[in-house]
């Protein structure tokens, strides 16, 4: 399962929403993942689910957690390394994806 926080208002939420959605992204996501997006309102909203998983909003968004089948942290984004998802491209997405996979 990937946590996806962020918000509509986010211009890097959107990019990485659009990368999601090309090849080989949206089959890696297909075969090996749920995607749920998290809002976050203006940072005002489930920061609880944020903290749960370790996620540090305040380092930017969009901010992304993996969770094993049980719901266990494989990953929780601690730099904001896809805060900046407009200067990346969807390879890194792809890579990201690959990692993560079942």
Known sequence: MILDFGGNWCGDCRVLDKYYHLEPNASLLKANFILVEVNIGRFDKNKDIAEQYGVPL????????????????????????????????????????KRWKR
């Open 58 to 97: 305040e380092k930017g968004v969009p901010a992304l957690a993996v969770l094993d089948a049980t719901g266990h942290p494989l990953f929780s984004q601690k730099k904001g390394e896809f805060e900046s998802m407009r200067s990346l491209s969807p390879a890194t997405l792809t890579d990201f994806l």
